[in-house]
Structures are given as structure tokens and as C-alpha cells.
């Protein structure tokens, strides 16, 4: 008995522990992300099994439909989250970012408006919440780059002002964090390629910031691309990469 309980611990030490969902969203494995929350079942792990499925539908699929229900999933799982948890920040903030994912694909102006008002309710909630300014600079930004700043001011309230000041606050609270400074090179370029001197300088030594999980990681991987693109001097060529690497940039 003694020996079958030896046994039995040794095999239980060797055994590698079973990777969570937290694991597998720091390792960036997007799709046990996925399974893994959804069987954790817990706000944090939907949160993450949300997000995970918010960059497979943005960076992985290639057909519209396809990315449509990946969205709508992910959204599910956010509101899952908040059922059991309605204050917290995160959901609060990735169902908005489901939601602008929908108002892009879909071209909703009443969709793009409720993402606003949604992540500005957020920042004078969380004025110290690096990620609910850069959202929010990405929003403005966004919108000036799609339709213009003439419609996008009169239709949508957007303003590139408001993107400069939106980002530069994200920047002061996250200086070292990966993700704000790529996003806001590649919408600086998408709005004009002679931002490129701009972007080069957001992107300048990012290969040296930590990334904290996968979704950093990622966001790091394109900060470096684009800073490569940038080197070689041709901002056109770099306009293009920066919107290769948009969310939906795969889509037909």
C-alpha cells in the first residue's frame, strides 16, 4: 500500500499541472483561451475566453459571417461576466470593444455612437484606466480614418484633437505598454502617411518593453513590423502595413 501511495505522488509530481485559461492567454493560445474559460466558468475566465475570441474573429478569420459570430460569442461571454460581476472594469470594457468590432463590420453609426458614449463613461469612472483612453483615442481616430474628418465630426463627434489627447493620456498612465503605442501608430498612418516620422518615433525601442500576456505579445510582434516597415523609409509602403494589421484587414 505504502508503495502503490509512492507511486502514485511520484506520477503526480511528474505530471505537468493543466494550463488555465490565465496560462493560455499569457502564452497567447488563443483557442484553449476559448475552451478553457468557458469549463473555468468563472467572470475572469469568460472575460479572458472573450477577448481570446474578439482576436481570433479580428487578426484569424477571413470571412465576415464567420467573424460576426465570433463577436457575437465573445460578447455573450462579457455579458456572462457582468451578470455576475457588473462592476467590473474589464468586461465593461471588451463588451465595448465587441460591440465597435460589430459597428465596424456592420457600419453602424447608432452602434459607433453607444461604443463612445460606453468607453467615456468608463474613463470619468477610471480616469486612471490607461486602457479606456486609448480606446477611446482609437475611436476618435478610427472614425476620422474611415469617413473623414468632416463626417466623422458632423455624424459621429469624432475629432482627431480628441485622439491626439486621448492617446497622449494613455501614454502618461502605460508608457512601457506595447499595445497603446502600436495602435497609436498605426492609426497616426492610417489617417496619413506622413505621420510616419511620428510613428517611428511611438515605436522606437518597443522590442525592449515587456509584454505582460499574449494579447501584448501580439501587439508588440506589429509595433516591431511596423517599426521595420517604417526604417526603410517608404511612408506609402509603411501606410500600407499599418492597415495590413488592422483588425479585419483579412476580410474579402
Known amino acids: 500500500m505504502l508503495k502503490f501511495a509512492s507511486l502514485a505522488l511520484a506520477l503526480l509530481l511528474a505530471s505537468p499541472a493543466s494550463a488555465t485559461a490565465a496560462d493560455d492567454f499569457r502564452a497567447g493560445n488563443w483557442a484553449a483561451v476559448v475552451q478553457g474559460g468557458h469549463a473555468e466558468?468563472?467572470?475572469?475566465?469568460?472575460?479572458?475566453?472573450?477577448?481570446?475570441q474578439l482576436w481570433i474573429a479580428g487578426y484569424q478569420t477571413a470571412d465576415k459571417a464567420r467573424a460576426m459570430a465570433i463577436i457575437a460569442a465573445a460578447e455573450a461571454d462579457f455579458d456572462k461576466a457582468?451578470?455576475?460581476?457588473?462592476?467590473?472594469?474589464?468586461?465593461?470594457?471588451?463588451?465595448?470593444?465587441?460591440?465597435?468590432?460589430?459597428?465596424?463590420?456592420?457600419?453602424?453609426?447608432?452602434?459607433?455612437?453607444?461604443?463612445?458614449?460606453?468607453?467615456?463613461?468608463i474613463r470619468t469612472a477610471h480616469p486612471g484606466n490607461s486602457l479606456a483612453w486609448g480606446a477611446l483615442g482609437g475611436w476618435?481616430?478610427?472614425?476620422?480614418?474611415?469617413?473623414?474628418?468632416?463626417?466623422?465630426?458632423?455624424?459621429?463627434?469624432?475629432?482627431?484633437?480628441?485622439?491626439?489627447?486621448c492617446y497622449a493620456q494613455a501614454l502618461r498612465l502605460s508608457p512601457?505598454?506595447?499595445?497603446?503605442?502600436?495602435?497609436?501608430?498605426?492609426?497616426?498612418?492610417?489617417?496619413?502617411?506622413?505621420?510616419?516620422?511620428?510613428?517611428?518615433?511611438?515605436?522606437?525601442?518597443?522590442?525592449?518593453?515587456?509584454?505582460?500576456?499574449?494579447?501584448?505579445?501580439?501587439?508588440?510582434?506589429?509595433?516591431?513590423?511596423?517599426?521595420n516597415a517604417l526604417a526603410r523609409g517608404n511612408a506609402t509602403s509603411a501606410q500600407a502595413t499599418a492597415r495590413r494589421l488592422k483588425a479585419f484587414s483579412r476580410l474579402g
Do not use: C, W
Not at 466558468?41 to 481570446?52: E, F, K
Not at 518615433?201 to 509595433?223: R, V
Open 41 to 52: 466558468n468563472t467572470p475572469d475566465s469568460l472575460i479572458l475566453a472573450g477577448r481570446a
Open 82 to 121: 457582468l451578470a455576475r460581476a457588473p462592476g467590473n472594469v474589464e468586461a465593461q470594457l471588451q463588451k465595448a470593444v465587441a460591440i465597435a468590432y460589430r459597428a465596424q463590420l456592420t457600419k453602424g453609426i447608432g452602434l459607433a455612437k453607444d461604443v463612445r458614449r460606453r468607453f467615456e463613461a
Open 140 to 165: 476618435h481616430g478610427g472614425a476620422v480614418a474611415t469617413v473623414g474628418s468632416f463626417l466623422a465630426g458632423t455624424v459621429l463627434g469624432a475629432k482627431k484633437s480628441e485622439m491626439e489627447r
Open 176 to 227: 512601457t505598454l506595447p499595445s497603446t503605442r502600436t495602435f497609436f501608430a498605426i492609426t497616426l498612418l492610417d489617417l496619413d502617411p506622413t505621420n510616419a516620422t511620428r510613428a517611428a518615433g511611438l515605436l522606437k525601442g518597443i522590442e525592449t518593453l515587456p509584454a505582460e500576456d499574449g494579447f501584448e505579445a501580439s501587439m508588440k510582434q506589429q509595433g516591431i513590423e511596423l517599426a
